[in-house]
């Protein structure tokens, strides 16, 4: 069974930083794709970083700069290293996992590609005040 769960939130102060991790489960991770998205309330869900199973790595533009993504394969554990947190960092971030049916998954999406499988954690809520 393929499970994924988020800890690190929190609350912070503008110009903070924060660790995301998440850990995963169940299944081989080392073939996967590995993401971080985020919703804030009334906004849509938005991709914020993925790491392929060779090490690209994908970040939005709001992010690129300010966020890294990386994993911890004896650990299977993902981690969100944020950093000069804005108020508009706000929201629930969510970890979630890509599966290739027959591959590895070598180049991250930030968006949900509906022909794979795709796990989500439970979130971890992320507070920046200002």
């Known amino acids: 069974q393929v499970q994924l769960v988020e800890s690190g939130g929190g609350s912070v102060q503008a110009g903070g930083s924060l660790r995301l991790s998440c850990a995963v489960s169940?299944?081989?991770?080392?073939?996967?794709?590995l993401n971080w998205f985020r919703q804030a309330p009334g906004k849509e869900r938005e991709g914020v970083a993925g790491?392929?199973?060779?090490?690209?790595?994908a970040y939005a533009d709001s992010v690129r700069g300010r966020f890294t993504i990386s994993q911890d394969n004896a650990k299977n554990t993902l981690y969100l290293q944020m950093n000069s947190l804005k108020p508009e960092d706000t929201a629930m971030y969510f970890c979630?996992?890509?599966?290739?049916?027959?591959?590895?998954?070598?180049?991250?999406?930030?968006?949900?590609?509906?022909?794979?499988?795709?796990?989500w954690g439970q979130g971890t809520q992320v507070t920046v005040s200002s």
């Open positions: 979630a996992t890509e599966l290739i049916a027959d591959g590895s998954c070598f180049f991250p999406s930030l968006v949900s590609r509906p022909y794979n499988r795709w796990y």
């Open positions: 169940g299944y081989n991770n080392r073939r996967a794709c």
């Open positions: 790491i392929g199973s060779n090490g690209n790595t």
